[in-house]
């Protein structure tokens, strides 16, 4: 919706992350116990899209409304982008200025439309299976440089394929649901056997995520052309990490307990089409890539990412400020490459970017990086300093794409680290 004549009826702060232009798709409840439904947002008004289909809105779509009754928004997306982009078409309109529907029928309004307060936003889809991308080059060259050395920062593999892993789905939560501190083998004097203990060195992982709308079968490769078709939005990810656990462990198959025990999505998930005025051009890629790989247009986003931390009592400090067009492989080849074995996917299978640093060291994505491995202490607003993650520290993440005409935001993402919860 590129519309920037369409306006709403519905007041909203001029610089929200969700203008009519927006329309995120989620799921809510009001009240613990009640059923959870899908709904969007507009401002800082929540719309309950079940009360929208039982009262008649969406009677003249061709689809399956009863998809807005169920508690995850797999069956509504299965359902295809023609639907989907229909649905989103329709609250626009439902919601526009120029329409009469709902604007002055105040019993509607008071079934469809939910303050912030009145609701708890929950897991917005069921996640089959989570892939870990590593696809900043600037993350991936910092780590190089602190796990092994300068000159051999980045493995000979990694500007001819998107390197990636793959995760645990079953403990991805959704924002507002605190994180305990893991317990894990750790080894602090290298002269020394591993011993069992709480992760000291805890941290966050600046990421964007893109949920899959569409499904292939095995034996199925996807075209990078072609895989946007298969790609319904974005949402905000923060991976987090124990980074001695993973130190000890990661040699030679890659992260394990290091990286499963909690990781956490924004619960709005923002459309490519939300987001289509926002479009830019990846960084150039260097070394040679296979045909399969090879893509063309503007595939990147000009999303701005924030990451703030706030310390127990204390007001917030931003500490990273990066962007999601500084990821050097792109969304498009991530999946093209994910499925050129033939790999099936399935409807709200998720893929993360891996961490998104840029150049600068105040938009590098991870406590790792702006403390350099602890050897660089970041200030807090109130003078206190950290080197990775405290018990009862805060990661608030946003992510905003914005110009001089038009802001389309994720919200926020955010995660509390409680202590370890630890009985041997």
Sequence with gaps: MKDLSIKSWVDYPVNTDFPIQNIPFGTFRTNIGEDVRAGSRIGDWIIDLSEMASLGYFDALEGDISVFFESTLNSFIAQGKEFTQAVRFRIIEVFSIENHDLQYNADHKSRILFSLEEVQ?????????????????????NVGKMFRDANNA???????????????????????TPIHRPVGQIRPDDAL???????????????????????????????VDDAEDYIFGMLIFNDLSARDIQRWEYVPLGPFLSKNFGSIVSPWIVTLEALAPFRVEGPKQEAPILPYLQSSGNRNFDINLEVYLESEGQKQTKISQSNHRYLYWNMAQQLAHHTINGCNINVGDLYASGTISGPSEDSFGSMLELSWGGKKPIILDNGDE??????????VIKAFAQNAELRIGFGECITKILPAIYEI
């Design 386 to 395: 950290r080197c990775f993650i405290l018990d009862n520290d805060t990661i």
């Design 193 to 223: 056997p591993p011993i069992l203990a709480p992760t000291r060195l805890m941290d966050f992982e600046l990421e964007m995520a893109f949920i899959i709308g569409k499904k292939t079968a095995l034996g199925k490769h996807i075209r």
């Design 154 to 176: 980045l493995l000979p593999n990694w500007k001819h394929l998107p390197v990636a892993y793959h995760g645990r789905s079953s403990s991805i939560v959704v924002s507002g």
């Design 121 to 141: 936003m929950m897991m917005p889809i069921d996640i089959g299976d989570y892939t870990d991308f590593y696809s900043s080059i600037e993350h991936a060259t």
